[in-house]
């Protein structure tokens, strides 16, 4: 039967041969199944939906390339155009998702009359083989430089591709305290001992002092910590950070299953590990002062005065909820951004 669909002698080729094609094809493809919903969800739209609508496409592209054109080619979303629909249409042009998706759509029709003229193909055949080699290879390091930006290897700078540094990363999120040579020393980070008490702390799950230590070292700008000790032990624990491994000092997936806290499940521990967002919001600190100036009846005038030093604040936020899904506390950073620019009332300041 697929040698009467496909023609298969005739074309020189084999079920064997097909089949392992495919495969190699699909396996060679399906990080567009991730990808593709990860760079439009940076547009604000929503990515279980892009994954449903990706997965849906490239399968009836697929099917119609096989039985009517009985062509090897499958066919799924171009990497490349969804970037610059995403972070240059959308985030850079500050056009809404809804419009630049109508603009796909009349591409789309024009495409189809292009198609039906034959004047595609003679577009198509005017460009040189070597531009057309060109455009592929391109495409092809415009999604490895936004893959090493999203892994923050290269990050932004005069020319978008320096190399992570400390300082290039206090610059990108506009730590005023470290960019300038300033340490912070932290007291306290075991709140008093009550974070080693499985009854006493908020989480209702013990830290270790290793745990303690390492969420106050990764702060920005901290330099050093001031751990309090009453015995040798209480010192040795605490040297113990010296040689610990990553398992040891990871306190966020601690915290994360830990069966209540003081933030509970939604409140932001300022942890960072929401980064990056693609405007650049430094989303740990305005959630922090978010939290220092609800808990007082008016913004007290030091933290607004730290909110609005920084480079970028909430009013600025595209509702992408991008971050969303890196946050283990499952915050809901784009209702609280709303909310912190509500708070502040920035808008008018920015307007
Ligand atoms: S803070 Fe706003 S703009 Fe930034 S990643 Fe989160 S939802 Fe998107
Ligand atoms: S929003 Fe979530 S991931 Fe981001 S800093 Fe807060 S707790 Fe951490």
Not at 130 to 138: E, H, P
């Amino acid at each position: 039967m697929l040698e009467k669909l496909f023609k298969l002698k005739e074309n020189n080729t084999d079920v064997r041969t097909e089949v392992l094609a495919g495969i190699t094809t699909f396996m060679t493809m399906a990080y567009i199944l991730a990808v593709n919903p990860s760079i439009l969800a940076a547009a604000g739209m929503d990515q279980g939906a892009v994954f449903t609508a990706t997965a849906l496409a490239s399968f009836i592209g697929t099917l119609l390339m096989a039985f009517l054109a009985n062509y090897p080619f499958a066919l799924a979303p171009g990497m490349g155009l969804n970037a610059y629909f995403a972070y240059t249409v959308v985030l850079g042009m500050e056009y809404k998702w809804e419009v630049a998706l109508t603009a796909v759509f009349v591409e789309g029709i024009i495409f189809i009359i292009l198609s039906l003229t034959n004047v595609r193909e003679a577009i198509f055949n005017a460009i040189p083989l070597n531009l057309k080699a060109a455009v592929s290879v391109g495409i092809g390091l415009f999604i490895a430089f936004i893959g090493l930006q999203n892994a923050n290897i290269v990050i932004s700078g005069a020319t978008l591709v320096e190399l992570f540094s400390v300082e290039g990363y206090n610059l990108a999120n506009g730590t005023a305290a470290s960019f300038n040579d300033v340490g912070i020393t932290v007291m306290k980070p075991y709140a008093g001992g009550r974070l080693f008490d499985e009854q006493r702390s908020p989480f209702g799950v013990p830290l270790t002092p290793v745990q303690c230590i390492h969420y106050c070292l990764t702060r920005p700008a901290v330099a050093s910590v001031l751990a309090g000790y009453d015995t040798p032990e209480h010192v040795e624990q605490a040297v113990a950070y010296e040689t610990a491994g990553e398992a040891e000092k990871d306190y966020a997936s601690v915290l994360a299953r830990a069966p209540r806290h003081t933030f509970g499940q939604g409140e932001c521990t300022y942890c960072g590990h929401c980064r990056p967002c693609p405007v650049h919001i430094d989303i740990a600190m305005v959630n922090k002062y978010y939290d220092l100036a609800s808990m007082q009846a008016e913004v007290p005038a030091s933290v607004r005065a730290h909110y609005e030093a920084l480079e970028h604040h909430a009013d600025e936020c595209v509702g992408c909820r991008a971050c969303e899904s890196r946050c283990p506390f499952g915050v809901k950073i784009a209702d609280r951004m709303a909310e912190a620019v509500r708070l502040f009332q920035l808008a008018p300041f920015f307007a």
